[in-house]
């Protein structure tokens, strides 16, 4: 198998090259042949599944009516779709729990390299204060929880808060029995102690003239005000504060040009974010589908562990770059 080593590539790397050859390339080596095992046998009921299924498809179809009737085709549909997905269900069986324990093992180094407190993978609901951002209505109302990955240091002096969550909420419905739920929220959430006091503050995403409409009338909170900024460019947020001309001398355009540079590297949409200053607590959500914290150690390929390592180390490393932007780029 190649050597697929480090290369550091980013500044939050510098140093990382040697900690990975010393430290994290070998859990991953020593692991190898129990993957494979894993992989043998994940592949081989895949295949007992999968045969089960042609064998169930066939047989429909060829006990099917004769002729031109549609049923011919149609009955072995359903049993081709579901066998298909249990086919794919089986043969990645096991990959999660395999890479939770790969990326358990390997957590504490990277906390280690990046001088973080800990690493939390189901934090309590109190981990981050959901109530404020409530109360902001950065989110709305939801009846299900998800936290996950809470991570918890220091930069520069300042303290801050990571986590993954997903809110969502249950949809009315005549069947009492029937549980269907849309997404409220689904992403990471920062929660930093800012450098300095601020107004009560509200940063949203732009969504047209008509959709912003609408989020002043019903998503901005009572009392707050347009923070304006003259700048070359129409920025893709909306500010709203209490007190509209500290906020405007506290952080000024820069400033949202820089969050607007990390919203587009986390979610690729820079309008995917929302963020919220409460005495000193500075609040930013960022929506984001990519996989968070995750480690891919299953399969055979270095260079992919290599790759979702990075992932991992830029994941954690990204509240320093915002709080950066708190102290020097206001």
């Not at 198998?1 to 040697?18: L, V």
């Not at 249990?86 to 043969?91: C, D, F, I, N, Q």
């Not at 409530?134 to 996950?148: E, G, M, N």
């Not at 969550?165 to 069947?175: F, G, Q």
Request: proline share 5%; hydrophobic share 45%; with cysteine.
């Amino acid at each position: 198998m190649p050597n697929a080593s480090f290369r550091e590539m980013a500044p939050h790397e510098a140093g990382f090259a040697e900690v990975f050859a010393r430290d994290i390339l070998p859990i991953y080596q020593a692991s190898r042949t129990e993957a494979a095992a894993l992989r043998r046998r994940s592949l081989m009921r895949a295949r007992i599944v999968g045969g089960f299924g042609l064998f169930v498809v066939i047989s429909l179809w060829v006990r099917a009516p004769l002729g031109t009737d549609a049923s011919r085709w149609v009955v072995p549909l359903f049993p081709l779709f579901l066998f298909g997905i249990l086919t794919l269900v089986v043969a990645s069986s096991g990959k999660g729990a395999f890479n939770a324990r790969i990326k358990a093992e390997i957590m504490p180094i990277l906390l280690r390299f990046l001088g973080l407190k800990a690493h939390h993978s189901t934090p309590d609901r109190s981990f981050i204060n959901i109530d404020a951002l409530q109360k902001f209505r950065v989110f709305s109302a939801f009846d299900r929880l998800s936290i996950q990955d809470g991570l918890e240091g220091d930069w520069r002096g300042v303290p801050f808060r990571l986590a993954e969550l997903d809110l969502s909420k249950r949809r009315s419905s005549s069947d009492e029995d029937r549980n269907t739920y849309d997404t409220v929220f689904s992403g990471l959430v920062m929660e930093i102690t800012s450098p300095v006091a601020l107004p009560d503050t509200v940063i949203l995403g732009k969504f047209g003239d008509m959709l912003d409409g609408l989020v002043r009338r019903f998503v901005v909170p009572d009392g707050f005000y347009p923070v304006e900024f003259e700048t070359e460019e129409e920025l893709p947020f909306v500010v709203y504060s209490v007190d509209p001309n500290a906020a405007r001398a506290q952080f000024g355009p820069v400033f949202l040009e820089k969050l607007r540079a990390i919203a587009e590297d986390q979610t690729g949409e820079e309008r995917r974010l929302a963020a919220a200053f409460d005495g000193t607590q500075f609040r930013l959500t960022l929506h984001r589908r990519a996989p968070f914290l995750e480690i891919n150690a299953l399969r055979g390929e270095e260079a992919e562990f290599v790759e979702s390592c990075r992932a991992a180390l830029a994941d954690m490393a990204r509240p320093m770059r915002v709080i950066d932007l708190l102290i020097d780029g206001a």
